[in-house]
């Protein structure tokens, strides 16, 4: 198992546990909100999938899916087009409103994205610095576990919240 391959599979358990989690609930349940401030389940995996769709773009050198597939007219947010939920206020949680069906279609094409481009990786690609804003400056290959594991947690508090409302 290579490094890619390593990757890939936690991707894939992102893309798995996120599409489960939105699997037969309504808009109404997806959109709950078990506090007025509280994340729903539609804006956890929607904000997954827009951090991995816009952090994998940039890391790879290509355009959104967002964008490029128009995930962003499907969605048809009152956000702004650029917007994947870092410091969304309370106010712009609840604009966050989508189908299941539409979520975990849009959680599938960033996958393919993110899988397309892990597969071109070698080894050496992963010491590749991709952000010198910090110090010590972030390798790809610390930039690829930190966004698999931002997926990994809201995923994770979305199927809290649903066990919370299953119950």
Same mark, same amino acid.
């Given at each position: 198992?290579?490094?890619?391959?390593?990757?890939?599979?936690?991707?894939?358990?992102?893309?798995?546990?996120?599409?489960?989690?939105?699997?037969?609930?309504?808009?109404?349940?997806?959109?709950?909100?078990?506090?007025?401030?509280?994340?729903?389940?539609?804006?956890?995996?929607?904000?997954?999938?827009?951090?991995?769709?816009?952090?994998?773009?940039?890391?790879?050198?290509?355009?959104?899916?967002?964008?490029?597939?128009?995930?962003?007219?499907?969605?048809?947010?009152?956000?702004?087009?650029?917007?994947?939920?870092?410091?969304?206020?309370?106010?712009?949680?609840?604009?966050?409103?989508?189908?299941?069906?539409?979520?975990? $279609?849009?959680?599938?094409?960033?996958?393919?994205?993110?899988?397309?481009?892990?597969?071109?990786?070698?080894?050496?690609?992963?010491?590749?610095?991709?952000?010198?804003?910090?110090?010590?400056?972030?390798?790809?290959?610390?930039?690829?576990?930190?966004?698999?594991? $931002?997926?990994?947690?809201?995923?994770?508090?979305?199927?809290?919240?649903?066990?919370?409302?299953?119950?």
């Amino acid at each position: 198992m290579t490094p890619a391959d390593v990757y890939i599979d936690f991707f894939e358990r992102v893309l798995e546990n996120g599409v489960a989690v939105v699997g037969g609930l309504d808009d109404d349940t997806l959109a709950h909100r078990p506090t007025p401030d509280a994340n729903s389940i539609a804006w956890l995996v929607w904000h997954a999938a827009r951090v991995q769709d816009a952090q994998i773009a940039d890391v790879a050198g290509t355009e959104q899916v967002w964008f490029t597939e128009g995930w962003v007219d499907r969605f048809g947010l009152d956000l702004d087009p650029n917007d994947h939920g870092y410091g969304h206020t309370s106010e712009q949680v609840g604009k966050v409103r989508a189908s299941g069906e539409l979520l975990a $279609d849009y959680l599938r094409a960033c996958h393919e994205a993110t899988v397309a481009y892990l597969r071109t990786l070698s080894d050496f690609d992963l010491d590749r610095i991709v952000d010198e804003r910090w110090d010590p400056p972030v390798s790809l290959g610390v930039r690829l576990v930190s966004i698999a594991d $931002d997926d990994a947690q809201h995923v994770g508090q979305a199927a809290y919240l649903r066990g919370l409302l299953d119950a």
